[in-house]
């Protein structure tokens, strides 16, 4: 019986999306992976689950694989409907996501699929990021109260 995997992947999504809105901009979001970003490397281990996502506006989008694992995607060019759409796809091949070969394709935003090739993939230091993101959102309650 499949359909509850799929129902719980779109709640995860959506759960993500609500976690995931600090109230910064999605270039100063990209801004903040991608200081917490480490080396480009060529492919990484995925076994078909993606735990998480972030859009990071229409060329980027950050992918859980575990909760302490994540990878930013900058992608060749534009990606339409990937900040408005409730899950994504990432292509592999034997279980391995390549940059320059795989994509990534918004899901459930339209009619029409367009994939989104995976130009460059870099390794997130999560918890940099999650303190990143709660410094963020601390930030604008702390200078209201000024």
């Not at 600090?22 to 735990?51: C, E, M, W």
């Not at 091949?93 to 699929?113: E, H, L, T, Y």
């Not at 993101?133 to 604008?140: I, S």
Request: proline share 8%.
């Amino acid at each position: 019986m499949k359909p509850f995997p799929a129902i719980a992947s779109l709640l995860l999504a959506a759960v993500t999306a609500a976690c995931a809105s600090t109230g910064i901009s999605d270039a100063d979001k990209l801004a903040t992976y991608r200081a917490h970003a480490g080396a480009p490397v060529r492919s990484f281990q995925y076994f078909g689950q993606i735990n998480g996502w972030t859009p990071l506006g229409d060329s980027a989008v950050a992918v859980w694989t575990k909760p302490s694992e994540a990878w930013l995607l900058e992608l060749s060019g534009r990606c339409p409907d990937l900040d408005f759409a409730p899950a994504i796809t990432v292509t592999n091949q034997f279980n391995r996501v390549s940059a320059k070969f795989d994509k990534v394709i918004p899901r459930g935003s339209g009619s029409m699929v367009i994939p989104c090739q995976i130009s460059e993939i870099r390794p997130l230091d999560v918890k940099a990021i999650k303190q990143a993101e709660k410094t963020a959102r601390d930030q604008p309650a702390e200078s209201s109260g000024t």
